[in-house]
């Protein structure tokens, strides 16, 4: 049994609580533009198309909309290769329709973040255009290097650095006649953030969106933004078992986790708090780093050199079927245990990166896996269509997009399936005959109409953990988790006599969710707040935690998963009597 406490000061009737900022516990809804609604019939999704679904994004119950990259680009990269991160893209939409759109969103009280890009651009930028002409300040926006020379006709790479794509990180630039560094592709030149010159654009673009209302950003790519200028070479291994790639055959000691990289972070916080200082409101600055918990930590900064608000974890998005309840809990405390005081952990299951939760772990896990999700403390991201349960489309190698993943990595076009609103042709995605990417399969099925229809659904049952995360438990409760046995996990979270524990079966046979060896202080049955839609079970129903008298404990189906309460409630009742007289009593707490 592993406790962690979270905030104990809602633990006796009436006391005060320290208030939490939005961003600590918000829920952050990760919108991909081209996938999730396409307004004017060409078969992409563009701004308008947000803007139309607000409503729908408001009645989650989400926070804030993270808005991935609707710049200016070539879509080498779908986005991530900006020509200018101070326009739209046409095929998105225009400045206008992005004002709109921000403007739209602060009326409903949604927060927008915005990607923030500042590792490379794309090739057809003019800051590099100019550079390859070495027109003045533009000359060193960029890692140039003359190379190293074998003779007087020959020369080769710099050093031994290796990008994404298994060769060398440098590329040679006839007209320039030197190499430039780029990590991803040949048309997404790597910048030159040592140069103050770019830092100050950097900046400036932050500026710009902040300006127009922003609410903040999430950094693209942060580990990798600085190289040792030294340029020397990256120690080789060999120790990677079943892995060709070259590229995690260095050790990149010069080309990630420089230090400068917290150095810039933290003036980037610096600005954001600029904007907080003038009106009180917090701009969030939120990070992606995919290596590891234990790496997230440094981005958190302290109270003399703040960083990042939100350093993204990326664990349970990294988690398999093949993993048990002891590899859960690894996970999850991995992370846990090592946030620093004060601050609270984030979490995510699906990303615009990886496969869905539904094809790591089996479709009918996504709710078991929405409940971690949303019922562990501190904030959670959630990828469109999550809320429904929607499956990776099946894409074909004539319907690929996807240019810019290596040889390790599936293409992510599975991932960015287009959202299906109805049961009509495409989905209601778009009338165009053909959209960017087929939908999943089963939209005529899986789709939001539907599910709003439905007496239950995946999209009533995360609706519901929305209104869970409202109670004192869930959001200021103290963290419990336990090992029930090899493919059962159970974590609770705990205010006063409020209750609130998730049961998970992570295996392919049914679980006991009780063991014999200890009854966690929970008593011997507890009520059904919500199940898996796999679960068998019903809003309400008594289920049995404890075996005792001849009684055995409940058994859960295979990758299912319960919510349970110490007190019953309906599909109307979601709020325990505990926190309604807590918030009542105290009368200082305001939950948002």
């Known amino acids: 049994m592993k406790i ?3 905030l104990c000061s ?62 200016r680009s070539p879509m080498v990269d779908m986005g991530y290769d900006p020509i200018s991160m101070k326009e739209i893209d046409p095929l998105f939409g225009t400045m206008e329709d992005m004002e709109n759109l921000i403007q739209a969103a602060h009326e409903r009280k949604l927060k927008v973040v915005m990607d923030f890009v500042p590792n490379h651009v794309s090739d057809q930028s003019e800051w590099f255009k100019r550079s390859v002409n070495r027109d003045g300040p533009y000359t060193d926006y960029f890692v ?24 060398s990180a440098w590329k040679w630039n006839e007209k320039r006649q030197q190499y430039y560094y780029r990590l991803f592709k040949d048309e997404q030149p790597d910048l030159n953030v ?3 010159a770019v830092q100050a654009e950097l900046e400036d673009v932050l500026r710009f969106w902040l300006d127009m209302g922003v609410d903040g950003f999430r950094v693209d790519a942060i580990p990798i933004l600085f190289e040792a200028a030294h340029l020397e070479d990256e120690p080789v291994t060999n120790d990677v078992m079943g892995i060709s790639n070259t590229f995690f055959k260095r050790i990149h000691i010069y080309t990630q986790d420089q230090p400068e990289n917290l150095d ?51 664990g349970l998005i990294n988690f398999y079927y093949t993993m048990n309840a002891t590899k859960l809990d690894s996970v999850i405390h991995d992370f846990l245990d090592v946030v620093p005081k004060n601050r609270l952990p984030n979490w995510l299951t699906d990303s615009h990166d990886r496969v869905r939760t539904s094809s790591r772990m089996g479709a009918d896990a996504v709710n078991a896996f929405m409940m971690m999700n949303l019922i562990l403390p501190g904030s959670a991201c959630v990828y469109y269509g999550s809320e429904i349960g929607l499956e990776d489309s099946l894409i074909r190698d004539d319907q690929k997009t996807d240019k810019a993943s290596n040889a390790l990595t599936f293409t992510r076009d ?32 899986t789709n939001v109409k539907s599910q709003l229809h439905e007496a239950n659904s995946h999209l009533k049952i995360f609706k519901r953990l929305m209104t869970l995360r409202k109670t004192v438990a869930v959001k200021y409760g103290d963290l419990e988790t336990h090992v029930v046995n090899t493919w059962t996990y159970l974590f609770t979270r705990k205010a006063s006599n409020d209750t609130v524990a998730v049961v ?86 305001t939950l948002r």
């Open 264 to 314: 810039i972070l933290h003036r980037w916080r610096q600005v954001l708090d600029e904007y907080k200082f003038k009106d009180g409101i917090t701009r969030l600055l939120s990070v992606e780093d995919t290596f590891g918990p234990k790496k997230l930590i440094p981005y958190f900064g302290n109270e003399t050199f703040p960083a990042a608000h939100i350093p993204f974890n990326f």
């Open 504 to 589: 998970i079966n992570l295996g392919s046979e049914s679980e006991a969710i009780c063991s014999e060896e200890s009854n966690f202080g929970l008593p011997e049955t507890m009520f059904v707040h919500t199940g898996s839609l796999n679960s068998g079970f019903k809003i309400g129903d008594e289920v049995r935690i404890i075996s005792s008298n001849g009684h055995s404990c409940t058994e859960l189906r295979p990758k299912a998963g319960l919510v349970l309460t110490t007190y019953p409630t309906s599909a109307a009742m979601v709020w325990s009597p505990v926190s309604w007289l807590l918030i009542l009593g105290m009368g200082v707490l």
């Open 414 to 445: 599975r991932s960015r399936g287009p959202m299906p609103w109805d049961d009509t042709k495409n989905g209601g995605f778009t009338t165009n005959k053909t959209p960017w990417l087929p939908l999943s399969t089963k939209y005529w099925t």
């Open 10 to 71: 809602l633990l006796v009737f009436g006391a005060s609580s320290t208030e939490l900022d939005w961003w600590e516990t918000s829920v952050i809804y990760q919108v991909y533009p081209r996938s999730f609604k396409d307004s004017n019939g060409d078969g992409v999704g563009d701004i308008n198309g947000i803007i139309e679904k607000l409503d729908y994004i408001k009645a989650l119950g989400v926070d804030a909309i993270w808005i991935q990259p609707v710049y």
């Open 194 to 196: 040592r140069n103050p």
């Open 144 to 167: 140039w290097h003359d190379g190293k020379r074998i003779n007087d006709s020959y020369r080769t790479e710099p050093n031994n650095w290796v990008g994404w794509f298994e060769k």
């Open 4 to 6: 962690l406490s979270v």
